[in-house]
């Protein structure tokens, strides 16, 4: 995650990531003009380098990029992702919103 000493003299940094490059570059351009400075990439590899590169404030994702993995139920707001990632560390994610399926 960003700074903390330079969070308030900085633009929020919103990291969109999304496989449909359209939405994601979307979004970015909509945040960025809004304030923000906005970064979209288009896997779940790029987002995790991105991390530790752009280190954002907030993480706009596609939750299952690749698809529902079988046995995995649909993901609704209140869900957590809980997972582990070697080059992140653990993350427990709340899901927000849904906008697709």
Same mark, same amino acid.
């Given at each position: 995650?960003? +700074? ?13 990531? +999304?496989?449909?490059? %359209? $939405?994601?570059?979307?979004? *970015?351009? $909509?945040?960025?003009?809004?304030? =923000?400075? *906005?970064?979209? /990439? =288009?896997?779940?590899?790029?987002? /995790?380098?991105?991390?530790?590169? =752009?280190?954002?404030?907030?993480? $706009?994702? +596609? %939750? $299952? ?10 993901? /609704?707001?209140?869900? /957590?992702? +809980?997972?582990? %990632?070697? *080059? %992140? ?13």
């Amino acid at each position: 995650m960003a +700074d903390p000493t330079t969070a308030a003299t900085s633009k929020p940094r919103v990291l969109v990531a +999304d496989d449909e490059q %359209v $939405i994601a570059n979307t979004l *970015a351009i $909509i945040l960025n003009q809004a304030g =923000f400075e *906005a970064r979209a /990439v =288009f896997s779940g590899e790029k987002a /995790v380098e991105s991390l530790e590169s =752009f280190q954002p404030d907030m993480l $706009i994702s +596609d %939750v $299952i990029m690749t698809g529902t993995p079988e046995g995995v139920g649909p993901v /609704v707001p209140g869900d /957590v992702m +809980d997972c582990y %990632v070697e *080059a %992140v560390g653990h993350m427990r994610v709340p899901v927000r919103l849904r906008t697709a399926r």
